[in-house]
């Protein structure tokens, strides 16, 4: 595998660091044909650079070891979704036995590459040219979402402020980010009111070529999942923040034309070359357990079947003793789905399932839970070019399939997740079948599906088989973030401590964010 290539050419690692240093220095720095600084301003060439980075670093999408570093070898996972068919050594993250040396990758990336980057441009651009900054914000609360719900306190309010980089708490994260969109949609709402055209063309490296109105609906879709994301943690808040996303003029994604993609720029799909290329990557046990109880025709589309077990899929269950290095090395490989260069930050599917929930809670969703649940259903049948999504949805017998290890019996064990498709009758159940067709559309983005399993402890999965922790994670409750980066505790030591007072308990996996929160879900 790739783990010993963990390095990078002149990179800085921490937060201290990434005030000054950028993957694209040269870039940034240099003046192109010596353009005087007037022109640079004039052509926003001094900002639009700034914006690059971004769109191949937030879910890495360029450079396959490291994007395995960024997720992979953690919330894909813990997910379910997909796991290394081969060992990587007696103790790793998947038996819990949590490897610094991966586990600080993200947050470095986030740092050095995206956050470094937007401080520049919120520095030439607000007040000045504030369409720039407006998007600045939408692309680093996306950045900064992700980053908190791994780690859980960290810098925002105070980047660049002082010397010793002082991390906010969790909550005060999404407060700050809520205000962000605030700002950010205003902003665009305001351009796109008075038809002002898009000065964005051309730099937006996302599907979206710089339209607005895209824009805004992808703000006000994540101020969704955030809301979402809180709301044991600070109902009222999360109540206000969905509505104000719902109700919004420009509104939330609707229809597939709104998914937010953003094309890789090496025209390769990494998890695609992890699984085919280094014959690193198969199926979860989970993935095959409820997609083919449930007879799901995007299986075929996410997941080929086996070499091993000729026309069967055949799956790997996390946490298992891997008998010898090749057991399990021609298991289920990725499929169609992720043949494409294209990244998925966020679908339809998710929007609907996300107000589905809400309506569920009584909020004014625009529609009723089972219209968007169903809604939800048929956005993620459409996007993988799969038909039958009213049938499926009405199927109220098919249940999640027990899991059978065809060369190992020893690790078979039964389907943990118990429920139908179909609508039910009270809200838990309905939550758990909602969270469950959201895991499955939102495949195969890890990191979310992570963080939705530890809010609502759905969709139920299968526990580890050895849990090597040594009694720190529970093999119940699964590792439940991240701890902070080894860069930050030699570069930033006040600052993690900073950190840790906020967390709310010991820096390691088992300690729950704020959002966790220990109770029912109604």
């Known amino acids: 595998m790739t783990i010993n290539k963990f390095k990078r050419t002149a990179i800085c690692f921490s937060l201290l660091a990434a005030f000054s240093c950028t993957d694209n220095f040269e870039e940034i720095n240099t003046n192109p044909e010596g353009a005087s600084t007037a022109q640079l301003e004039q052509?926003?060439?001094n900002i639009k650079s700034l914006f690059k980075p971004a769109f191949s670093r937030l879910y890495i999408s360029d450079i396959t070891w490291q994007y395995q570093i960024q997720q992979s070898l953690q919330a894909d996972a813990w997910s379910g979704y997909m796991i290394t068919p081969v060992p990587f050594g007696n103790e790793n993250n998947y038996d819990y036995a949590l490897n610094p040396g991966w586990n600080g990758f993200a947050w470095d990336t986030a740092y050095v590459d995206i956050i470094a980057n937007l401080f520049k441009v919120e520095q030439r651009a607000k007040g000045k040219f504030d369409q720039?900054?407006?998007?600045?914000?939408?692309?680093?609360?996306?950045?900064?979402?992700?980053?908190?719900?791994?780690?859980?306190?960290?810098?925002?309010?105070?980047?660049?402020?002082?010397?010793t980089v002082t991390y906010d708490s969790q909550k005060d994260i999404y407060s700050q980010m809520f205000k962000d969109l605030d700002?950010?949609?205003?902003?665009?709402?305001?351009?796109?009111?008075?038809?002002?055209?898009?000065?964005?063309?051309?730099?937006?490296?996302?599907?979206?070529?710089?339209?607005?109105?895209?824009?805004?609906?992808?703000?006000?879709?994540?101020?969704l999942r955030m809301a979402m994301r809180i709301v044991k943690a600070d109902p009222a808040l999360a109540k206000t923040e969905a509505e104000k996303a719902v109700s919004n003029s420009i509104g939330v994604f609707k229809v597939n034309a709104d998914v937010m993609k953003v094309k890789?720029?090496?025209?390769?799909?990494?998890?695609?070359?992890?699984?085919?290329?280094?014959?690193?990557?198969?199926?979860?046990?989970?993935?095959?357990?409820?997609?083919?109880?449930?007879?799901?025709?995007?299986?075929?589309?996410?997941?080929?079947?086996?070499?091993?077990?000729?026309?069967?899929?055949?799956?790997?269950r996390t946490g298992v003793t891997y008998p010898s290095g090749t057991t399990y090395a021609k298991f289920s490989q990725t499929g169609p789905r992720t043949k494409t260069g294209e990244v998925t930050w966020m679908s339809t599917a998710e929007v609907y399932f996300l107000r589905a929930e809400g309506a569920l809670r009584g909020w004014n969703m625009g529609g009723t839970g089972k219209d968007l649940y169903e809604a939800g259903i048929k956005a993620s049948f459409d996007q993988n070019g799969v038909e039958g999504a009213a049938a499926y949805a009405a199927d109220n017998t098919k249940k999640a399939a027990d899991y059978v290890d065809?060369?190992?019996?020893?690790?078979?064990?039964p389907?943990?997740?118990?429920?139908?498709?179909?609508?039910?009758?009270d809200n838990e159940t309905n939550l758990e079948k909602i969270i469950t067709q959201k895991w499955i559309a939102t495949y195969p983005d890890g990191q979310e599906a992570w963080s939705e399993f530890r809010r609502t402890g759905y969709p139920k999965l299968f526990?580890?088989?050895n849990n090597k922790s040594?009694?720190?994670?529970?093999?119940?409750?699964?590792?439940?973030?991240?701890?902070?980066?080894?860069?930050?505790?030699?570069?930033n030591p006040k600052g993690v401590e900073s950190g840790v007072a906020v967390l709310g308990g010991p820096d390691n996996g088992a300690t729950r964010l704020w959002w966790d929160v220990n109770k029912a879900n109604f």
């Open 43 to 45: 052509d926003f060439n």
């Open 132 to 163: 720039f900054y407006a998007w600045s914000l939408i692309i680093k609360v996306a950045q900064m979402q992700r980053i908190t719900d791994m780690y859980g306190p960290a810098v925002y309010s105070k980047y660049g402020a002082d010397g």
């Open 183 to 223: 700002f950010a949609v205003a902003e665009l709402t305001k351009r796109i009111n008075a038809n002002e055209a898009s000065t964005f063309t051309g730099t937006d490296l996302s599907l979206y070529n710089g339209n607005y109105t895209q824009w805004v609906k992808y703000a006000n879709s994540l101020r």
């Open 264 to 316: 890789s720029p090496v025209d390769l799909n990494v998890i695609d070359v992890m699984s085919h290329v280094w014959v690193g990557l198969a199926m979860g046990a989970d993935m095959q357990s409820i997609l083919e109880g449930y007879g799901d025709p995007r299986l075929a589309k996410y997941w080929n079947t086996s070499d091993q077990v000729p026309g069967e899929y055949a799956s790997v």
């Open 406 to 413: 065809p060369l190992f019996p020893a690790n078979n064990t």
């Open 415 to 425: 389907a943990v997740s118990k429920v139908t498709v179909a609508w039910g009758a």
């Open 463 to 465: 526990r580890i088989a």
């Open 470 to 491: 040594g009694g720190v994670i529970s093999t119940e409750l699964g590792v439940r973030r991240l701890p902070f980066a080894q860069s930050e505790a030699a570069n």
